[in-house]
């Protein structure tokens, strides 16, 4: 919600103010917003560079991408005044409260990984660490105290980098374990309160396991992850609802280089889109729900310009990526594709300060509205930050600090939810012990 100034007469602004004394009452009470049409434009903005990224095509290379004057100062303009529109509609606290710690002191090892927060519609559920289990209600009370969900053996048995989905009765989960220094992908199904439905069971093999995303269909899980083995390989595991397996997990692509952490998954209602990071570039594919490439890896970006791993969601009509960059123009960048590779880059940030690097972004769409988290600001002074854009990719607010601390250099994976009236973000942070922090806050 961005906040319009105008020099009209005070007669004229009346109707203005109705709508924001609305928007606050719907703000405080929690009423859900209307849905609008989310068909991306093909064009998303005249500033931004098109990018055509089919094999046969030569994708944009971001590293030249300038940012206007005209851009800059718009972008400048826009932060004040989503700044007072935050505060007003959101009330004053929204974003200067303190953000909840939600995980006791703990050895680093077990929290310096990648969770997830998912909001099944009455509460969230934080699974992080090795797969244990937090619920925390729509004010970030925390429910009931924390279930290890799947049991760890002894030393030498290791979980990591949990991922999970919430299908509308249950959540979906898949992690890596490594015991005695053999490595698998394991996936299992969990009831509301953390309990069993299916599983544990292996989905496969991963020797130098890399990255892994879970994709729930609307009926069924679908399970992708990297491996190195004799080469680099994407695989896919097949579930069906209940938690059985259907078939053996199967190769994707054979001999492709992917970086540490980058793969990204998104369901489209038909099939699945992959976006993974090679060096300073961004890949994507299409499969089906059988494993069935659609087309060959098309290349999103070419610049030195991607820096760490890519977050992936369709908006209705297309997939949405977002990266973070640095070399010529530092910030966050996003690029709408459809299935046939055509995209077209824009900018979330405009260009960031010398010497801040951008990393981690993660993202979601609410129907309306892209909302992105990442961590950024100087190595001495790093921050959790926000922006939001509509369905055009034009940006409605950037660069909104909301984390709790920004003297701290430990702070890494941002993770965002959306409640349907407000964001949820969470992210690990070291404050004399690592832990996981949660926030809330209106857009």
Not at 188 to 198: D, E, F, I, K, Y
Request: net charge negative.
């Amino acid at each position: 919600m961005m906040a319009h100034r105008s020099a009209a007469p005070m007669n004229k602004l009346i109707p203005t103010i109705v709508a924001l004394a609305l928007l606050l009452l719907s703000c405080a009470t929690g009423d859900e917003k209307v849905s609008a049409d989310t068909s991306a434009p093909d064009t998303l903005s005249d500033l931004t560079s098109e990018s055509d990224v089919s094999p046969d095509q030569e994708p944009v290379d971001t590293a030249q991408l300038e940012l206007p004057e005209e851009f800059v100062e718009v972008a400048e303009e826009v932060d004040a005044e989503t700044s007072d529109a935050m505060s007003s509609l959101c009330g004053a606290s929204s974003l200067s409260e303190q953000a909840h710690r939600v995980t006791a002191s703990a050895n680093g090892t077990q929290y310096a990984q990648r969770a997830n927060v998912v909001w099944n519609g009455e509460e969230f559920a934080v699974f992080h660490g090795a797969v244990q289990m937090r619920r925390f209600g729509p004010t970030l009370t925390e429910l009931g105290s924390m279930v290890q969900v799947v049991t760890q053996g002894g030393l030498t048995d290791y979980l990591y980098s949990v991922d999970a989905v919430w299908t509308g009765q249950e959540y979906g989960l898949a992690w890596f374990r490594q015991v005695d220094g053999v490595q698998r992908v394991e996936f299992a199904t969990v009831s509301t309160t953390g309990q069993l439905l299916s599983g544990p069971v292996e989905v496969g093999p991963a020797m130098g396991f890399r990255d892994l995303e879970l994709v729930w269909t609307g009926s069924e899980y679908r399970v992708i992850w990297v491996q190195e083995g004799a080469e680099v390989e994407m695989w896919m595991g097949f579930f069906d609802g209940a938690g059985g397996e259907l078939r053996p997990a199967a190769s994707l692509q054979r001999g492709v280089a992917v970086d540490t952490d980058s793969l990204a998954a998104a369901w489209s209602g038909e099939n699945i889109g992959l976006t993974w990071q090679v060096g300073s570039s961004l890949h994507f594919l299409e499969v089906d729900t059988d494993g069935l490439r659609l087309n060959a890896p098309m290349t999103l970006t070419t610049a030195a310009l991607a820096t760490s791993r890519p977050a992936t969601t369709w908006t209705g009509s297309r997939y949405l990526t977002v990266w973070a960059g640095v070399a010529a123009a530092p910030g966050i960048f996003g690029v709408m594709a459809d299935s046939s590779g055509k995209g077209t880059v824009f900018a979330l940030t405009d260009r960031l300060a010398d010497g801040d690097t951008p990393r981690d972004p993660e993202l979601w769409w609410t129907g309306e509205e892209l909302g992105v988290v990442w961590v950024g600001g100087l190595a001495t002074a790093r921050e959790v930050f926000f922006a939001f854009a509509d369905a055009t990719g034009a940006v409605l607010a950037g660069s909104t600090a909301i984390s709790a601390n920004p003297s701290t250099r430990e702070l890494y994976y941002p993770v965002v939810s959306w409640t349907g009236t407000r964001y949820v973000a969470a992210w690990i942070q070291y404050e004399e012990a690592w832990g996981w922090f949660m926030k809330g806050f209106c857009p």
